[in-house]
C-alpha cells in the first residue's frame, strides 16, 4: 500500500542525548514546524515531563487534523515492541527500565510505536528510498532482478544498522537485530567494530598520524576538507584516517553481506566523505580469501558493485541474462545468473528516512 498520500497524521520525535525534536508527519511529509526541547536525561521526571509537553503541544497545533498514532526513533537497549527502554548510555536517567510508551499511551490515548534509528532508517529506505530507486533501474533496463531485502548503515557518532526482509522489520527477540557496533573486525581483533567506524574513529587516527594533541579533536567536516585539500592541515593523514574506516566498513559489510543477502544503503553523518572511504570499503568487500593450497577465491558469494559509480551502475543493472531450457516441456525461460548486490548512499537524507520509516510503521500496525 501506497502511504505517501495518505491524510492521517503522525506525531514524531527525534531523540538525541542533547535535545528532543518534535514534529508530525501526514503522507510522506512535515506539516508543522518543530519543536526543541532540551533532553534533560540526568533528570527522568524534568525528561519524561518534556517528553509529554513537547506532544501535548503538536496535538494541540493540529487542531482538525485526524492524529492515529505517536511513532519514533529512540535509542536502546530497549524492549521495543512493548515500549519499555532499558540503561541508556546518553540519558543516564532512563537506567533500569522505563515504560515510555505504555506512559504516553496512558497520556494521548493513542498508539504509540517505538524503534531505534537504524531500523527505522532502513525501513524508510526500503519504502521510499534506495530500495524502489534501484529496483525501478533494473526494470527499466528489463531486467528481471528484483531486490527484497535492504541493510541500512548509519555512519556517525555510533555505527547501527537495520535489516528489512521483503518488507519487514527485522528486530530481534530481544530488540538486538543489526547491532552492528559490536561486530569484531579481523584489523582490529581486539575492538569492536564502531571503535573503527564512527566519528572517534577518524579524529582519533588523524590526531595520532598528524601528531596532533590528542586532546584537541578536529571535526570529522575538518578532516575532510584538509583530506581534499580545502583546508590547511597534514592531507595524508586525514586520507589515511578515512581510508582506516573505509577498511574497516568493507569488513563489518562483508560480515553482514554473508549472513544477510540484499543491498546496502548507507547513511548519517561521516556518509558525507563517501569519496574519501569508498575505495577502501570497495576494495575490502572485493578481497579474496587463500586456501591451504595458496589458490584464492572471492571473499563474497555475490559480486559487489558501487551504485555511486556510473559504470558499476551499468553493471549491476545489465546482469547476465540468458535463456534456459526447461526440460522436457522446451520452455524458456529468462535466468540472470549474476549474484549481485549493491552499496549506494541515501538520496532522501538519513533524518527523513527515519521519519518516514517511522509514520509507515505506525500506519501498519495500526
Known amino acids: ?55 501535548s503541544q503538536m496535538k494541540d497545533s493540529l487542531k482538525g487534523e485526524k492524529i492515529v498514532a505517536i511513532s519514533f526513533a529512540f535509542p536502546g537497549p530497549a524492549d521495543y515492541p512493548n515500549g519499555i527502554i532499558g540503561d541508556l548510555g546518553n540519558l ?3 537506567r533500569g527500565g522505563v515504560a515510555l510508551g505504555p506512559m504516553l499511551q496512558d497520556a494521548f490515548k493513542m498508539p504509540v510505536f517505538i524503534n531505534n534509528d537504524g531500523n527505522l532508517y532502513a525501513y524508510g529506505e526500503s519504502i521510499a528510498g534506495f530500495l524502489p530507486e534501484i529496483n525501478k533501474k533494473l ?9 527484497r531485502n535492504i541493510v541500512g548503515i548509519t555512519l556517525g557518532t555510533g555505527f547501527g544498522a537495520g535489516l528489512i526482509s521483503d518488507g519487514n522489520m527485522i528486530i530481534g527477540d530481544n530488540s538486538n537485530a543489526g547491532e552492528v557496533w559490536l561486530l569484531s573486525s579481523r584489523h582490529q581483533p581486539k575492538r569492536n ?8 574513529a577518524v579524529q582519533r587516527l588523524y590526531a595520532e598520524l598528524s601528531g596532533r594533541p590528542a586532546d584537541i ?50 547513511g548519517g553523518g561521516i556518509s558525507g566523505a563517501r569519496d574519501l572511504f569508498m575505495p577502501a570499503v570497495m576494495k575490502e568487500m572485493r578481497s579474496k580469501y587463500r586456501n591451504q593450497k595458496g589458490e584464492e ?3 563474497l558469494a555475490q559480486k559487489v558493485f558501487n551504485l555511486e559509480n556510473e559504470n558499476d551502475v551499468k553493471a549491476f543493472v545489465a546482469g547476465d541474462a540468458k ?6 516441456s522446451g520452455r524458456e525461460l529468462t535466468y540472470d545468473s549474476m549474484q549481485r548486490i549493491g552499496i549506494g548512499f541515501s538520496k532522501i537524507g538519513t533524518s527523513k528516512a527515519i521519519s518516514i520509516g517511522a509514520y509507515v510503521y505506525a500506519l501498519k500496525n495500526l
Open 1 to 55: 500500500m501506497d502511504y505517501s498520500k495518505d491524510k492521517r497524521v503522525v506525531l514524531t520525535l527525534d531523540a538525541g542525548g542533547t535535545n528532543f525534536v518534535f514534529s508530525a508527519l501526514k503522507g510522506y511529509e512535515e506539516i508543522i514546524e518543530p519543536i526543541k526541547m532540551k533532553s534533560n536525561g540526568n533528570n527522568l521526571k524534568k525528561c519524561l515531563s518534556n517528553i509529554v509537553s513537547g506532544f
Open 323 to 328: 535463456k534456459v531450457e526447461v526440460p522436457v
Open 217 to 266: 579533536m578536529l571535526s570529522p567536516e575538518t578532516i575532510y576538507k584538509i583530506g581534499k585539500g580545502l583546508t590547511p592541515g597534514d592531507k595524508y593523514a586525514a586520507i589515511k584516517s578515512f581510508e582506516a574506516m573505509g577498511k574497516m566498513l568493507g569488513d563489518s559489510l562483508s560480515n553482514l553481506a554473508t549472513l544477510f543477502d540484499g543491498l546496502i544503503v548507507i
Open 297 to 299: 577465491y572471492p571473499r
Open 139 to 147: 526494470k527499466q533496463s528489463g531486467s528481471t532482478k528484483k531486490f
Open 193 to 200: 567494530a564502531e571503535e573503527g567506524v564512527s566519528i572517534r
Open 92 to 94: 543516564p536517567g532512563f
